[in-house]
């Protein structure tokens, strides 16, 4: 159990320190900002969302922990080529699976839910989960066009 603990943390520090779809996105047609005020992570997301509803490209910048920003790194991974539908239904399901509940319907794929399974560690620590899903509301946020910036509680 502890070598699989230690490999989680590696892909944590990996993408911490070499954050995938890093920068700004020249194409993008959907933004949003969000803030994590009690870790002080911020984020920025930038969308290329084709008309038939599909993540063309999605890039994001932004500072914070070790967590919030391999979460971002590896959220952009999986949500490129995804349809909004799906790339929602990750979420929630990773979502779920962080905050403990159990109702949501268990429709990602099993591959995706592996590749978040580093991130999976936070749930013993409630308030590291704002950090672990920060940059996925900021997706969602840009998905749906809001104006005004994320803010965790
Ligand atoms: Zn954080």
């Not at 959907?30 to 490209?57: I, S, Y």
């Not at 929630?92 to 905050?99: C, D, G, S």
Request: aromatic share 6%; glycine share 6%.
């Amino acid at each position: 159990m502890s070598d699989l603990r230690d490999l989680y943390q590696e892909v944590i520090l990996d993408h911490s320190k070499k954050p995938r779809n890093f920068g700004p996105l020249d194409h993008a047609n959907h933004e949003a900002k969000g803030h994590n005020p009690l870790c002080g992570d911020r984020v920025t997301v930038f969308l290329d969302l084709d008309d038939a509803g599909m993540v063309k490209d999605v890039h994001f910048q932004g500072s914070g922990c070790a967590i919030s920003m391999a979460s971002a790194s590896l959220m952009t991974e999986l949500v490129k080529g995804k349809t909004v539908d799906d790339a929602k239904a990750l979420f929630e399901q990773f979502h779920a699976l962080v905050t403990g509940e159990t109702d949501a319907p268990l429709t990602a794929s099993a591959d995706d839910m592996d590749r978040l399974e580093p991130l999976t560690g936070v749930r013993e620590f409630p308030m590291r989960v704002k950090c672990a899903t920060l940059a996925w509301h900021t997706f969602i946020a840009a998905l749906d066009g809001k104006r005004d910036p994320v803010v965790t509680e």
